[in-house]
């Protein structure tokens, strides 16, 4: 099989079986709108964008209690300004009566305790409990709500709760350590943290206890802390959940416009303290609708199992689940325990009908032998979604061979900045071996070379040139905007770059070659530099560093090297020793380098900025003078020692 073979044709009843069939003889009958399949759809999805979104609006009914005068009056970026005079709330959406009570709405499967499932009527009941018992901590519209929480059933509670009162909600998960936990919250300065005590990773019980004390301490605006049941670990001095949940409450939805805010997500903080992404109500909400309806094909009574940590905007995606009668599985705890086959088992146990996986783990599968469609039952799966980073061609291959043609293989990318994701497949699309199947409706994405000109065969930037929904009404403290024109808009004025290397072919499929920044990629999650400098830079041996992350070309992990400058120019096993115990206990498992190795001297820029990007390059086999300026650097002789550092 070669790159850009078809693996997967439309199959001939495509349109009568999946509800983007059901929208297109919907835009036939509604809006005198014929389109024969996906390319002219999309096509018409990005040339009139107000009328696109404004038919996704009304195909899936969503409530507001005011008009609005368009779907969108002002296509400018940034600023673009979305469906003016609506007045919603995204958890109506979600949890509102109007669903069948009794339909499954969360499944919970976790390693620190009992399998549990929720119902619709028991959701709303918790849900409007916890609004109740959030009012009661004086929480109100606009205040922020923080989570130190792993993917449980208290956290979709704690979170939905949250939106219904027009409150913002922020979580990460409990792997993480203060250091990165501080730099998020104490942005947004919330008024009520919940915390678990700790949580079970495999058979490793993870007492967090000193960690929720560490955060509470560092986060003066805290006014009460309430402390979820969960794992090993204490949580002294604290309101339980128990006692959050004690009262009933009516299930109301504060009405608020449709930019209101309504989550922060955080980026990895590769270039300083992370940025607080604000997301508002209608644009997570429309985009969610249009996304997970038309290209993820859910419907009610599904079921959607896609792994994430509460720190990864995933999670929030699988939550969404919600807004279409799905049932969201979160899963807490090591995806790989007791062996690799544990997803697989997950969707077996769950029914899962969309099932999401990472390319790492898939190329994992392959390169064991595993043949999950003849070891599981996989019969209600319809779907598989893979993201987090490139999946390489053998691993499209294994997926179409193991699951069937009856099984979509869904490969997309996005990210936190717009919360979703902008290029996958859709049952209306063939797939290619490695390639993904195109743009998705609504989204103008291209490739752009550094002139700004649109290129076709060959790298470019992968930029997005006409607004979306669910971009970001800002970054929190960013006043002025500048930070977020800073980091989208600085190359390409009035274009949207996401910072991913893109190359397309003639017919719209492409190949996301990886990040065009400085985010590292560790097993399908990013993180950020920053956060490691934070910690090794704190040594007093130590008086400058640098963090690369090379990636496998077959799907696995790849290769993190952390470099290092001791002030003597010593290195030895105890030093060695120490910041492995401090990135994992300040930050989490997933910082711990493969490998760290000292260096004389780390690249630099006149203005100080370091040359992660450069470096990368050198070690993957690039000449150093084609990488980076030497007249540009501090020191032009710090390059040349990572041409000796080549794996």
Excluded at 169 to 181: K, M, S, T, V, Y
Aim: charge should be negative; charged fraction near 25%.
């Amino acid at each position: 099989m070669n790159d850009g073979d078809v693996l997967r044709e439309v199959p001939a009843d495509a349109r009568s079986t999946t509800l983007i069939g059901d929208y297109l003889d919907w835009l036939e009958q509604e809006r005198d709108l014929r389109f024969d399949g996906y390319d002219d759809l999309y096509a018409w999805s990005v040339d009139d964008l107000d009328a696109f979104w404004q038919s996704i609006w009304d195909f899936f009914e969503v409530r507001s209690s005011s008009p609005h005068s368009a779907a969108l009056t002002d296509a400018r970026m940034p600023g673009a300004v979305w469906f003016p005079g609506a007045a919603l709330n995204y958890a109506e959406h979600a949890v509102g009566a109007w669903r069948d009570p009794a339909g499954v709405a969360l499944i919970e499967r976790s390693q620190t305790r009992a399998p549990r499932e929720t119902t619709r009527g028991e959701l709303a009941e918790l849900v409007a409990r916890a609004r109740a018992g959030l009012r009661r901590l004086g929480v109100e519209k606009g205040d922020r709500v923080v989570g130190y929480l792993p993917n449980i059933t208290e956290t979709a509670v704690a979170y939905l709760a949250t939106l219904s009162l027009g409150a913002i909600w922020a979580g990460c998960a409990p792997e993480f350590g203060h250091r990165a936990i501080i730099d998020r919250f104490s942005q947004i300065e919330p008024k009520v943290l919940l915390a678990v005590p700790g949580y079970v990773y495999g058979e490793k019980e993870m007492d967090r206890s000193d960690e929720v004390a560490a955060i509470r301490a560092a986060l003066p605006t805290v006014e009460h802390v309430v402390a979820v049941p969960y794992g090993p670990g204490a949580i002294t001095d604290a309101i339980t959940w128990d006692d959050l949940l004690d009262e009933p409450g009516p299930l109301e939805f504060e009405q608020v416009p449709f930019d209101h805010p309504m989550v922060v997500l955080f980026t990895s903080g590769t270039t300083g303290k992370p940025k607080a992404i604000v997301h508002c109500h209608g644009g997570l909400l429309v985009e969610q609708l249009k996304s997970q309806g038309l290209l993820w094909d859910l419907r009610e009574g599904d079921r959607l199992l896609w792994f994430s940590t509460t720190a990864w905007m995933l999670w929030n995606t699988v939550i969404s689940a919600l807004l279409h009668g799905a049932a969201a599985v979160l899963i807490d705890g090591n995806p790989l325990f007791p062996d690799l086959t544990q997803q697989w088992r997950w969707a077996e146990e769950t029914g899962a009908t969309l099932v999401g996986l990472s390319p790492g783990y898939v190329m994992a599968c392959r390169k064991e032998g595993i043949e999950p469609a003849r070891d599981f039952d996989l019969r209600a799966v319809r779907q598989i979604g893979v993201a987090g980073a490139p999946l390489a061609t053998e691993g499209f291959v294994w997926i179409v061979e193991q699951l069937g043609q009856g099984v979509l293989l869904n490969v997309g990318s996005g990210g936190t900045d717009v919360c979703t994701g902008i290029v996958s497949a859709s049952p209306l699309q063939p797939v290619y071996a490695g390639e993904m199947s195109g743009n998705v409706l609504g989204c103008d994405v291209a490739a752009y070379d550094v002139m700004g000109n649109e290129v076709v065969g060959e790298l470019g930037e992968l930029v997005i040139r006409q607004p979306m929904p669910s971009m970001p009404v800002g970054f929190w403290g960013d006043d002025d905007g500048s930070r977020y024109r800073a980091s989208y808009f600085d190359m390409y004025p009035g274009v949207w770059r996401m910072g991913d290397w893109v190359r397309f072919s003639e017919r719209g499929s492409l190949v996301i070659t990886g990040r065009s920044d400085a985010t590292l990629n560790r097993g399908g999650v990013r993180i950020g530099t920053a956060d490691f400098y934070s910690v090794v830079e704190e040594f007093p041996e130590i008086s400058d560093s640098l963090v690369v992350h090379l990636e496998d070309p077959d799907g696995g992990p790849g290769t993190l090297i952390l470099f290092i400058v001791t002030k003597d120019g010593s290195f030895d096993d105890d030093l060695r020793a120490r910041l492995v115990a401090a990135l994992r206990s300040n930050l989490s498992p997933r910082h711990v380098p493969d490998e760290i190795r000292a260096v004389h001297g780390i690249p630099r820029s006149r203005t100080g900025k370091k040359l992660e990007l450069p470096v990368k390059r050198i070690l993957l086999g690039a000449d150093p003078d084609e990488v980076a300026s030497r007249d540009s650097l501090l020191d032009p002789t710090t390059l040349d020692e990572f041409v000796d550092r080549r794996p």
